[in-house]
Every structure is written in structure tokens, then in C-alpha cells.
């Protein structure tokens, strides 16, 4: 039988590639108006660049002839699944956002989300970091979710308070040292 009649099985399909953080079930999913902003941006990117641009070059190898050997159709529709799983993705998170402004933030004495927060470790040393939303975490952890050990542990502090982070490694010891809210 042709390879072309053959139903892809469930491990070949790309539907739902990894397009993003999960959502832990009964948290919210705070996030900074920026972060809103880049969400949408990032969809209407998908929806209004690189999705047309992706079924043009898959529309033209569909012409080219057998689709079962054609690497620019495979390929082409392979993309279009990660792209319609990241823009379906991209819509529930926009869904259900709750967008918090941290300038509004009037006790800004203490932690709260949105806040920018340097800390000392057990060892002296200083770190920044910034407390966002779960979708806007960075990889290089100057923002971190508010829902991670260290964004859990820093909430409600105040400049001078000792707070234990419990770490796979173990659980340590952090004094928060400043905190900052952007202008408002």
C-alpha cells in the first residue's frame, strides 16, 4: 500500500509540540501587561506572517507531484501543525490571563508580583530577578515565575528579611536586599 494511504500514527503528529510552560491546574495565570503584549504580538505573527507564508510553499510542493517522497510538503506540513498548536496554545493563555500591573502596585515596600528583587545568598552573593507571570519566565533567570521556589519564598518580603528557598538541592537562606516596582 502506498505510503500515501497510511494514517500517521499518534507519535509522528506534531499537534501538540511542546508550546510552552504548563499552567499547574488551580493557579492563576498572572502576567505583566508586557507580557500580554508580547503574547499577542508573538500571534499575530504566527497568524498573519509566517502561517500564510507556510501554506503558500506547502500548497506549491502539493503541486510538485507525490507528496510521500516530497521533503518540501513533509516538512512544510509538519511547520503548519507547530505553528496552528502554538497559535491554539497562544489563544487559551491570552484566554485566561489576568493581567497585573506591578507600577499600580501601591505597597512597594514589600514583595509582590511584578517586583524586581535583588538578594543575597548564604554565600554573599547578590542576584536580580523579577517576578513574572509563568509565561514569561526567561531561561536565564532574571525573571523568574511567581509560582517558582525563589519568586515563592521572596513574596511578602521586606528589604532586610531572611527567607528560606527550598531547592532540590536542599533548602537555603536569601535576605532580600532591595526591592523596585517600574514607575507608575
Known amino acids: ?80 501543525r507547530e505553528i496552528d498548536g502554538r497559535i491554539r496554545f497562544l489563544l487559551k493563555r491570552l484566554e485566561i490571563a489576568e493581567p497585573v500591573d506591578p507600577a499600580q502596585q501601591k505597597n512597594r515596600g514589600q514583595v509582590f508580583f511584578g517586583a524586581t528583587v535583588t538578594y543575597a545568598d548564604d554565600s554573599d552573593v547578590e542576584r536580580t530577578v523579577r517576578i513574572v507571570g509563568i509565561d514569561e519566565a526567561s531561561d536565564d533567570g532574571a525573571d523568574v515565575s511567581w509560582i517558582s521556589p525563589i519568586a515563592r519564598a521572596l513574596l511578602r518580603a521586606r528589604v532586610g528579611d531572611t527567607v528560606e528557598v527550598r531547592t532540590p538541592a536542599g533548602t537555603r537562606s536569601v535576605e532580600v536586599l532591595r526591592i523596585e516596582y517600574p514607575a507608575g
Open 1 to 80: 500500500m502506498s505510503k500515501a494511504f497510511t494514517k500517521e500514527s499518534d507519535s509522528d503528529r506534531d499537534d501538540d509540540v511542546d508550546a510552552g510552560p504548563a499552567q499547574p491546574a488551580g493557579v492563576r495565570n498572572l502576567i505583566t501587561p508586557q507580557g500580554v503584549e508580547r503574547l499577542r504580538t508573538e500571534l499575530k505573527t504566527l497568524q498573519r506572517d509566517e502561517r500564510p507564508k507556510v501554506v503558500e510553499k506547502v500548497s506549491w510542493a502539493a503541486g510538485n507531484g507525490d507528496r510521500s517522497e516530497n521533503g518540501d510538503y513533509i516538512y512544510g506540513k509538519r511547520r503548519l
